[in-house]
């Protein structure tokens, strides 16, 4: 089993910036990447940003691109998102994910956190 615990969200106005972490623990050996997803009232979960492990590959939604990064840290069994230039679009409970391929749905995770939640406010 792998537990995801994730951190960093808050309220933040229009063009602010926040760090989300999630801290993994367990068999996370038994896992190849990491995502981040959101979900904002009455919507799906869509797919932010992913990466491996050992941070070589990433991915990102076109929505995020360019105001959002993903990083990982190996030693700790951190995963981390920047997310800078936020918009009241960006508002969701964000969640982290454990995974063994570096995919961009949530078929592709095997392992959730209980989410933080962004509020962007305009």
């Known amino acids: 089993q792998v537990q995801l615990v994730e951190s960093g969200g808050g309220l933040v106005q229009a063009g602010g910036s926040l760090r989300l972490s999630c801290a993994a623990s367990g068999r996370t050996f038994s896992t190849y990447a990491m995502g981040w997803f959101r979900q904002a009232p009455g919507k799906e979960r869509e797919f932010v940003a992913t990466?491996?492990?050992?941070?070589?590959?990433?991915y990102y939604a076109d929505s995020v691109k360019g105001r959002f990064t993903i990083s990982s840290d190996n030693n700790k069994g951190t995963v981390y998102l920047q997310v800078n230039s936020l918009k009241p679009e960006d508002t969701a409970v964000y969640y982290c994910?454990?995974?063994?391929?570096?995919?961009?749905?949530?078929?592709?995770?095997?392992?959730w956190g209980q989410g933080t939640q962004v509020t962007v406010s305009s």
């Open positions: 990466i491996t492990w050992t941070g070589g590959r990433t």
């Open positions: 994910a454990a995974g063994l391929v570096l995919g961009k749905t949530t078929r592709d995770y095997s392992y």
